[in-house]
């Protein structure tokens, strides 16, 4: 599978390399269109897919699916932030020899949730999260469980502003077609009732969802076939019920016919979005990881 395998109007400027995480406030309006994250130490020659950075700011924490070093091939890796840069990569210690991928933070910084196909799950990949501990270590993962996981596949746990709502991919539920998005609630206890997004899904995948604010507007990946077809991120609003006709991402390497994908908006600057792709320049490796500024909102709530 091509995204389990590789995965997962604009300023004329050149595109500026980011060694390390962002420059926001006036300097932002002087910023190109996008910039690579961290060259060399996130953005490296092997595939790097749907960053996260924690709500501090302090660390950031990704996917690979062919990164050397790690115990299984396709595993979650961590820098954190030294002298205004992002240093020292390892892996995280929450890797297994199985696939360990899609890794997010919650907005309280209180967990990091991801996607793993180990020994001991509902079905093949399921949705986990660990505890995040003081000092950059990471509790025991937690299986999220049947309200959310089936025996089929399920991507990019994307949990809500609030911790009260939990966006994934899933093709194991039925749905419009092969991934589709879903949303499910905390009952207080586990995530459940898991819903199908609306005005979202098709016959084709539609995966690594990101929402935008609280929920008036997402950013989504979409494809006909994420296994031998184009792969683009579109952003749809919210008009109050559904989320509306989805419009390709504005970002000149987005095209119709390219592979973008795994977005994540970053906590500690919630103005600026982190994607997966290929850009001519600045260029790491196969997929790297590029920072540009979150899609605008004017959608409403109500979506879920």
Request: aromatic fraction near 10%.
């Amino acid at each position: 599978m091509r995204r389990a395998a590789a995965l997962q109007g604009f300023s004329l400027l050149p595109a500026l390399v980011l060694g390390a995480w962002c420059i926001s406030g006036p300097a932002a309006a002087f910023l190109s269109e996008f910039g690579i994250e961290g060259m060399g130490v996130v953005s490296t020659k092997a595939s790097e897919v749907r960053a996260s950075v924690s709500p501090d700011g302090k660390r950031i924490v990704w996917g690979s699916t062919d990164r050397e070093g790690g115990p299984g091939g396709r595993d979650l890796w961590q820098a954190t932030l030294k002298d205004g840069r992002w240093q020292d990569a390892t892996p995280l210690p929450i890797n297994s020899k199985s696939k360990d991928y899609d890794p997010l933070f919650s907005a309280d910084g209180r967990w990091l949730y991801f996607f793993s196909d180990r020994p001991g799950g509902v079905g093949a990949d399921d949705l986990y999260r660990a505890a995040v501990l003081d000092g950059g270590g990471f509790g025991k993962p937690e299986n999220l469980g049947p309200g959310v996981n089936t025996r089929g596949n399920e991507w990019a746990p994307t949990p809500s502003r609030d911790g009260r709502h939990l966006l994934f991919a899933s093709d194991g539920r039925g749905g419009a077609g092969r991934q589709d998005l879903f949303v499910a609630t905390w009952d207080g206890k586990t995530f459940s009732d898991a819903k199908p997004l609306p005005g979202v899904n098709t016959s084709g995948d539609e995966l690594d969802p990101a929402w935008l604010g609280d929920g008036e507007a997402i950013v989504f990946t979409r494809s006909k076939n994420v296994n031998d077809q184009p792969v683009r991120l579109l952003v749809a609003q919210c008009d109050g019920k559904r989320y509306g006709d989805a419009e390709p991402l504005k970002l000149s390497f987005n095209t119709e016919d390219g592979i973008t994908f795994g977005p994540a908006l970053d906590w500690n600057k919630p103005g600026e979005l982190l994607v997966t792709g290929t850009a001519k320049s600045p260029k790491a490796g196969k997929y790297d990881i590029y920072r540009m500024k979150a899609p605008a909102v004017s959608g409403k709530t109500g979506c879920f």
